[in-house]
C-alpha cells in the first residue's frame, strides 16, 4: 500500500461583527475570522493538507480570493472539491489531524459536533478526524485575541 501524506496551515485575523465559523460548525462568539469566504481556517488549513499530500497547489490556486465566486463561499463547498480531487487521482482519505490555536473562546465543547460535520463532508468515519484546541497562553496575536491559526495534516493511501 502506498501512503502520502501532507501538511495545511492557514491564519485569519479576528473582527468583530463576523460569525466564527470552525470546523463547518458556528460557534458563538464577539468575534469572527475576516476573510473572502466564510474564513473557516480550520477547514481551509485541512484542504491544503488534502491538496499537498498529492502535490496539488494549495487553496488560493484553486479557489483565489480574487473570484467573486468565492465571496463568502461555505467552505465545506471547498474541502469537498479537494476531496473529490484526492479521490479522482485514486487515493483515499484516512485520516486528518488538526490543532486549532485559538484564545477564546473555548473550542472544546464543540469538537464533537465539528468532527461530525468534517466527517460528513470529507466521506470519512467521526473517528477519523481528529481535533485539537489550543490558546496560545496570551501571547503574540492570537492571545491578544486579534486571528486565530490553525494545522492539520492528512494522510491518503492507495491500494
Ligand atoms: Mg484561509
Known sequence: MK??????????????????????????????????????????????????????????????????KYAGVDSTILL?????????????????????????PKINPHIPAMQQRLAEVMGISPSDVSIKAKTSENIGFIGRGEGVSAYAVCLVTQM
Not at 475570522?33 to 488549513?45: E, K, P, R, T
Not at 469537498?80 to 477564546?104: L, P, S
Open 80 to 104: 469537498r472539491e479537494c476531496c473529490r480531487m484526492v479521490r479522482e487521482k485514486g487515493w483515499d482519505i484516512a485520516n486528518a489531524d488538526t490543532t486549532i490555536v485559538i484564545q477564546k
Open 3 to 68: 501512503i502520502r501524506v501532507g501538511f495545511g496551515f492557514d491564519t485569519h485575523r479576528l473582527a468583530e461583527d463576523r460569525p466564527l465559523i470552525l470546523g463547518g460548525v458556528h460557534i458563538a462568539s464577539a468575534s469572527g475570522c475576516l476573510g473572502h469566504s466564510d474564513a473557516d481556517v480550520l477547514i481551509h488549513a485541512i484542504c491544503d493538507a488534502l491538496l499537498g499530500a498529492l502535490n496539488l497547489r494549495d487553496i488560493g490556486y484553486h479557489f483565489p480570493d480574487t473570484d467573486p
